[in-house]
């Protein structure tokens, strides 16, 4: 059998093309949008376009990892399970039966015959399905894509890599956890970074080192309800739970996300262990404090109030930046064998601080001005010190070797793209933190393979850090080379268009969590530099030249 798969233009409506021995047809799947009687669901349209195709209908629903019993009731073409705190039903038109939990079927399909699918998600006994006569489900499966279409028309870019853009637009939408606005960070859990290997990570909550690159995509790109939402909720989960600030957060803004290790489950292709949780969440990123007061910086910049109100929690933040920078942390990537004194680190601890000064000297708002100011000072004096090797920047004030994350100092405008500085560390960085014989030099490692990070094994090279290169190419001035390398990184999509954490060097194939937020903001923001529209360190659209209410 052979399959073809692809979203519908505009849409994350995806259309299967089946065509076998015996037949052709198409499906169309889509999770029903906007939600209809606070019931979600997911359907399927399938379509005989010539001869005959069985369709095969298996569902197998495992709660808890397994681990929480699910009932099982058949009617006929109908199967409903319930299981704590949870509630699915499958209709169709196939004939069901049971094999243990599951409820399997099949369906013969010919040429020019429809047949509709739902599977409705509910948090307790679900209620009747709607009709799943072919022309209901192909209606809502319509209206869905209409829905995405007429919120497409509001994304608000024009430049390069424009379908590409929108596509990861909507992959962030999709991202979005609608009741409370989190964006997480991806959709699955333990998809491996090395094929076989120990590093499988839970990423289906969000991290507050997504939080800067997030704001500013959404926003740009005109995707308001969105932004504020999101904006509210990390103030909401981040004032919640106090200082110091936890790495990551649940989308509902629980805290409190052990990692357990579930050894039952194989793994995709063997690769265990399989995680649930995440032990970073308790380590002390510096990073975050720059990320998510750059957040109220960039709200105040639109004239967005969404986080003013929080402005306590945030100078309580900055005073503990004020009183914390000069401590080692596990960096933006969570090392797991000691602190260290990560240049990025120190560099987002002065993007907290500098951004507090700016809000208490244009806003007016309350904070301790001069200890402020002063320790910014000193800081950024320290990094230019320690941070510095050989006229570049380096990983740690111990450690010569290159980091990606260094890509972000002029980003976040903390040195000119321009400066010496900054020039030599984009080259140096891509002289040693690429790979010979990869599929193209705009894929960059995070770190080298022996700088050390508490875990064995390897990984890919950094799908992220490769758009970071991008913009820090903008930055240079040399838009030629920015252009060429996102040519390179957008011929490596994913089948549907998508990207995942991190990217094999050799065969340009995904690796780990997918769809990954991080790198398809790393793509929209890459797109926006070469345009010239950001709000994140660029001269002539920084924090200090955008006045409130106006927008770049």
Not at 74 to 83: C, I, K, M, N, V
Not at 358 to 380: C, H, K
Not at 485 to 509: I, K, R
Request: proline residues 5%.
């Amino acid at each position: 059998m052979c399959t073809r798969v692809a979203y519908l233009p505009g849409t994350a409506v995806l259309r299967y093309d089946w065509e076998g021995s015996k037949g052709r047809a198409r499906m169309s799947v889509a999770m029903g949008w906007p939600a209809r009687e606070g019931v979600q669901e997911l359907l399927w349209l399938v379509e005989g376009l010539e001869g005959k195709v069985s369709v095969g209908v298996a569902a197998d629903p495992q709660p808890g990892w397994g681990e929480h019993r699910c009932h099982l009731t058949l009617d006929r073409a109908t199967a409903s399970w319930t299981s704590e705190g949870l509630a699915l039903q499958l209709t169709g038109p196939a004939p069901l039966d049971r094999f243990g939990a599951a409820a399997i079927g099949n369906h013969l399909v010919s040429a020019g015959e429809r047949c509709g699918f739902r599977l409705r998600v509910a948090a307790d006994a679900c209620t009747p399905s709607f009709a799943t006569t072919p022309g209901a489900v192909d209606t809502d499966v319509q209206a869905t894509a209409q829905a995405w279409r007429d919120w497409v028309a509001g994304v608000r870019y024009d430049g390069p890599w424009r379908d590409a853009v929108i596509r990861s637009a909507i992959t962030l939408k999709m991202l979005i956890y609608e009741p409370s606005g989190a964006v997480v960070a991806a959709a699955t859990s333990s998809v491996p970074e090395q094929i076989g290997g120990v590093r499988n990570w839970d990423y289906r909550y969000t991290w507050l080192r997504d939080a800067g690159f997030t704001l500013n995509a959404l926003y740009l790109l005109g995707c308001i309800e969105e932004a504020r939402a999101y904006a509210a909720w990390l103030c909401r989960a981040t004032a919640a739970h106090g200082l110091p600030l936890r790495v990551l957060y649940g989308i509902d803004g629980r805290a409190d996300l052990p990692e357990q290790e579930l050894g039952d489950l194989a793994g995709y292709r063997g690769s265990r262990p399989v995680r649930v949780g995440n032990d970073a969440e308790t380590q002390l990123q510096l990073d975050s404090y720059g990320e998510l007061t750059d957040c109220l910086a960039i709200c105040e910049v639109l004239g967005e109030d969404v986080m003013r109100g929080q402005w306590p929690h945030f100078r309580r933040l900055i005073d503990f930046v004020a009183e914390h920078w000069s401590d080692p942390d596990s960096g933006i990537w969570e090392v797991r064998d000691r602190p260290r004194h990560f240049v990025h680190s120190k560099a987002m601890a002065w993007v907290a601080l500098d951004r507090g000064c700016q809000l208490v000297d244009t806003y007016g708002l309350d904070g301790d001005l001069d200890r402020w100011r002063r320790e910014a000072d000193t800081l950024r004096a320290q990094i230019l010190t320690h941070g510095v090797v050989g006229g570049r920047f380096r990983r740690a004030y111990d450690d010569d070797a290159l980091d990606a994350s260094l890509l972000m100092l002029p980003i976040t405008g903390f040195v000119d793209g321009a400066d010496p500085l900054a020039v030599a560390t984009l080259d140096a960085i891509r002289a040693q933190l690429t790979i010979d014989g990869a599929v193209t030099d705009a894929l960059i490692l995070r770190y080298p393979p022996n700088a050390g990070d508490g875990l064995p094994g390897q990984e890919g090279t950094f799908a992220i850090a490769s758009f970071w290169l991008v913009e820090a190419l903008a930055l240079a001035g040399r838009r030629a080379e920015a252009l060429a390398a996102g040519d390179a990184l957008l011929a490596l999509q994913g089948l549907v268009g998508l990207y995942a954490e991190e990217l094999d060097p050799h065969t340009g194939s995904q690796l780990g969590n997918i769809p990954q937020a991080f790198t398809h903001i790393g793509l929209i923001n890459a797109a926006l530099r070469l345009t010239e529209q950001t709000l994140r360190g660029h001269p002539d659209t920084s924090f200090h030249a955008i006045q409130p209410g106006q927008t770049p």
